[in-house]
């Protein structure tokens, strides 16, 4: 049996989905912790009467099959909304309240609940209604504006910045003691970018704070980690892509292939 010398987190994107299992979904995150995820990464969009439902914001067409605005609809119509497969097939997978699927995660795992900016002060209060201040971790562009926001309706809650390309925050934020500044997510579009670096990784260590990498790709002209990605890894070795990512040091991965992921990482004693 391979020693574990160190535990990567792996990050489930939407849960784990495909074909006939749409992505954020009860159905995605159960499965995505039966394969192996430590954290569920879902989208976060409000009703035209204030309620919070699970659901990335403009891929109505796409996920629900529909030309519709769900910011414009009531929540009693969305309820009745059903997601489609990759067919445009309906399923049987309904657009859920955020208050559910919080519910329904507690205690299973950690929550990164994307899309926070949009609604900061209402998604922070369920949270903490819900006694979930240790289960969640937020996120938003670095501006000091939304860093401003975080420390006024966020302070209790991780917080982890999206940076892009260099990161010119974080000893600035590590000085700052009114909210919970966890680390960052690194974004970079080219190999010999400074967050693709092992001296970035290494300064965000060196201050208690941890680095988030991501293998998914949304777009063939919008890299998110540089050359490496889940396609790389599946496609080609995983061990210049998954496996470059482990050994330097970021400690989180979120994927689209939760399972193949835990497997690789595991078998590399990860």
Not at 192 to 203: F, K, M
Request: proline share 4%.
């Amino acid at each position: 049996m391979i020693e574990l010398k160190k535990r990567v987190l792996i990050s489930a994107h939407m849960g784990s989905c495909g074909y006939n299992l749409p992505g954020n979904t009860y159905a995605s995150f159960a499965v995505a912790l039966r394969q192996g995820a430590d954290i569920i990464e879902l989208d976060v969009t409000k009703s035209a009467d204030d309620v919070l439902f699970v659901f990335h914001p403009k891929t109505e067409k796409i996920r629900l099959g529909k030309d519709i605005d769900i910011r414009q609809m009531p929540a009693s119509e969305i309820e009745k909304l059903h997601f489609v497969n990759v067919d445009g097939n309906p399923t049987e997978h309904t657009v859920t309240r955020l208050e559910d699927m919080l519910q329904f995660l507690k205690g299973r795992c950690t929550i990164n609940i994307d899309k926070f900016e949009h609604n900061p002060a209402r998604i922070a209060q369920m949270v903490r209604r819900l006694g979930m201040q240790d289960q969640v971790i937020v996120k938003s562009r670095p501006t000091q504006a939304n860093f401003d926001m975080v420390a006024e309706v966020a302070y209790d809650l991780p917080y982890m910045p999206f940076v892009y390309e260099q990161d010119d925050t974080y000893e600035m934020l590590s000085a700052r003691r009114d909210m919970r500044y966890s680390g960052v997510e690194a974004v970079y579009s080219t190999d010999d970018a400074p967050l693709g670096q092992r001296a970035y990784v290494d300064a965000l260590h060196a201050l208690g704070k941890k680095v988030w990498i991501n293998a998914i790709r949304f777009d063939d002209r919008r890299p998110l980690a540089g050359s490496r990605c889940d396609d790389t890894a599946l496609c080609g070795n995983p061990d210049d892509s998954w496996g470059w990512m482990a050994r330097q040091g970021y400690d989180i991965i979120q994927t689209d292939w939760t399972l193949q992921l835990n497997q690789y990482l595991r078998s590399i004693g990860y």
